[in-house]
């Protein structure tokens, strides 16, 4: 429980980042890797990198995030 709760601690401590710095795609790249590698939230991830990109759109750390979160969301609703 306690790696959960670092986990949405820091979560919510990139959302502020991210609002505060509406421009910088760096707090919504760790955003999704966050939700991707330690939440297990794929689709979340994925709009996360998508944030990412939509700042950054030559980013290849927030591309490979999407690629990533994608083929793991079509997964988890290919299988169930």
Not at 1 to 24: F, K, N, W
Not at 31 to 41: D, H, M, N, S, T
Not at 58 to 75: M, P
Request: glycine share 2%; proline share 6%.
């Amino acid at each position: 429980y306690r790696a959960l709760d670092r986990d949405r601690s820091a979560l919510a401590t990139l959302r502020i980042a991210a609002a505060e710095r509406p421009r910088d795609p760096e707090p919504w790249r760790q955003i999704a890797a966050l939700e991707l590698e330690e939440l297990g939230r794929p689709a979340a991830a994925l709009t996360a990198a998508q944030e990412a990109l939509a700042r950054d759109p030559y980013s290849r750390v927030a591309a490979e995030l999407r690629d990533r979160a994608a083929a793991a969301a079509a997964a988890a609703a290919a299988s169930g």
